[in-house]
């Protein structure tokens, strides 16, 4: 079970009582869910260049493919795939941590 991003416990009950009106998010959550909005952000610009580059391959071959224009599609068309998964990885990081409250093990506060 994931540690509570309000008070540090496994599975605190009582925090997920008390998040109501009242409940005031810390510094550190606030943090946390601003990087995960700017990765979202980040990785949705990445996706949008990357589908560019893709169109504009698909359009700049000609009926008459060569090679070095299927090369050119092929590696826009990875680059795309790249992208889009990014993009997923991004929104569900960020739905964890708003729907349960798991933070991503790279943005956990190390102590040491």
């Known amino acids: 079970m994931?540690?509570?991003?309000?008070?540090g416990d496994q599975g605190c009950?009582?925090?997920t009582r008390q998040r109501g009106a009242n409940?005031?998010?810390?510094?550190?959550e606030l943090e946390i869910r601003s990087l995960l909005i700017s990765e979202v952000i980040e990785a949705t610009a990445r996706n949008n260049a990357a589908s560019q580059a893709f169109n504009l391959a698909i359009g700049q071959v000609p009926s008459g493919m060569d090679s070095d224009g299927s090369q050119r599609i092929h590696d826009?068309?990875?680059e795309l795939a790249k992208a889009r998964?990014?993009?997923m990885n991004a929104h569900t990081r960020l739905n964890n941590f708003l729907s349960r409250g798991i933070v991503p093990?790279?943005?956990k506060v190390r102590s040491g």
């Open 2 to 7: 994931a540690k509570c991003t309000y008070c």
């Open 13 to 15: 009950a009582n925090c």
């Open 23 to 28: 409940h005031q998010p810390s510094r550190t």
């Open 76 to 78: 826009a068309s990875r």
């Open 85 to 87: 998964n990014e993009v």
């Open 105 to 107: 093990e790279d943005l």
